[in-house]
């Protein structure tokens, strides 16, 4: 076993750990964080990312202004178009990320949703295709990771989602370095903070030896579904 993969292995298992999440979590929240970091299964993590949109339509119905249902309704769209790889899921969950955004610019998730959304899409499709396709460009994503990280005070998540992200499309990238630096001695107040950090830390081994192959690989692999089979 290669020292890539070795370092892979265990970090994910350490991740793994750290969500502690209740077997038969009911909220949209702890269903997607399941989904995205714990199933290792693509069907599993779809079925319990369709239950999330569910739960969280009946929520919007009875508080249509209700910001956390809103924001894990479009990211279990989001989420949906990741596993499935369908074009029309991916731009419907753009547009809600930028409904969003013009709705509560002023929440970090929100902004960092959207991020993550053009980011994800070009390391999958490439900067050209990924705009001609979906839109995606990352000028756009790096902005709203960077107003995320503004907006979330000092929280691992943000910081680190961000930094993993930039490391994930240029594994050389210096802001994504000095994020998940930051990241990794950042509070961890929730459950995905927790996850993130230690992914942040697990990042900064290869990081920091210079092994740029490693922290793509890593990068890509600790990020909400890399551990599912492409």
Not at 16 to 36: D, N, Q
Not at 109 to 132: C, D, N, P, S, T
Not at 148 to 158: I, K, S, T
Not at 168 to 179: N, T, Y
Request: charged share 25%; hydrophobic share 50%; proline share 5%.
């Amino acid at each position: 076993m290669t020292r890539v993969y070795q370092t892979i292995i265990g970090a994910v298992a350490a991740v793994t750990a750290l969500a502690a999440i209740p077997a038969r979590a009911e909220t949209p929240r702890e269903l997607l964080t399941r989904a995205s970091f714990v199933d290792r299964d693509r069907t599993v993590a779809l079925t319990r990312v369709d239950r999330a949109h569910s739960v969280a339509g009946a929520m919007l119905a009875r508080m249509p202004d209700d910001q956390e249902a809103a924001l894990m309704q479009a990211m279990a769209v989001g989420y949906r178009a990741k596993l499935t790889g369908n074009r029309t899921e991916a731009i419907a969950a753009r547009r809600q990320y930028e409904s969003l955004v013009s709705r509560f610019p002023r929440n970090p998730e929100v902004q960092a949703a959207l991020g993550a959304w053009h980011v994800g899409v070009i390391v999958k499709l490439g900067r050209f295709v990924g705009r001609a396709a979906a839109g995606a460009q990352k000028g756009v994503g790096y902005d709203a990771l960077d107003r995320a990280v503004a907006l979330g005070g000092n929280r691992a998540m943000f910081a680190g989602l961000a930094g993993l992200l930039r490391l994930e499309l240029d594994p050389e990238d210096p802001r994504g370095r000095a994020l998940v630096e930051t990241a990794s001695a950042a509070p961890a107040p929730t459950a995905i903070d927790g996850i993130i950090r230690r992914a942040a830390a697990a990042v900064l081994v290869p990081l920091r030896a210079g092994r740029a192959k490693e922290v793509k690989l890593l990068a890509d692999r600790l990020l909400p579904f890399g551990q599912i089979p492409t």
